[in-house]
């Protein structure tokens, strides 16, 4: 990361980069990840990561940059293998049946 420390206390915020700005965007539209992830990704205060994804999605709509399509987020085990399958990947997935008891 090409990010520099504003301070070097305990609250020093990491600044943040042109590519931390695009990262944080693609994060959140490509990959869903939240927020507070992203931050922790990223070396920043987690507010500081709407205001980053903001900024660089008006840089890029300005500029009529073209993005890939967002990652298909599977939310269940059954679509998690199914996306696995179609990308010719071997999953290995415990039991997710509930055990009753004995």
């Known amino acids: 990361m090409n990010g520099v420390r504003n301070g070097e206390g305990p609250h020093g915020n990491r600044r943040i980069d042109l590519t931390?700005?695009?990262l944080a965007l693609?994060?959140?539209d490509h990959l869903g990840v939240?927020?507070?992830?992203?931050?922790?990704?990223?070396g920043i205060d987690p507010s500081?990561?709407?205001?980053?994804?903001?900024?660089?999605?008006?840089?890029?709509?300005?500029n009529?940059?073209?993005l890939p399509p967002a990652a298909p987020h599977p939310r269940t085990?059954?679509?998690l293998a199914e996306h696995a399958a179609a990308a010719r990947l071997s999953l290995t997935m415990p039991d997710m049946q509930p055990?009753?008891?004995k």
């Open 34 to 42: 939240p927020s507070h992830v992203t931050a922790a990704l990223l």
């Open 26 to 28: 693609r994060l959140r």
């Open 64 to 66: 009529r940059i073209p």
């Open 77 to 79: 085990p059954a679509a």
């Open 48 to 62: 500081t990561v709407p205001h980053a994804i903001s900024l660089a999605a008006q840089l890029i709509a300005e």
């Open 20 to 22: 931390d700005h695009i």
């Open 99 to 101: 055990k009753s008891p």
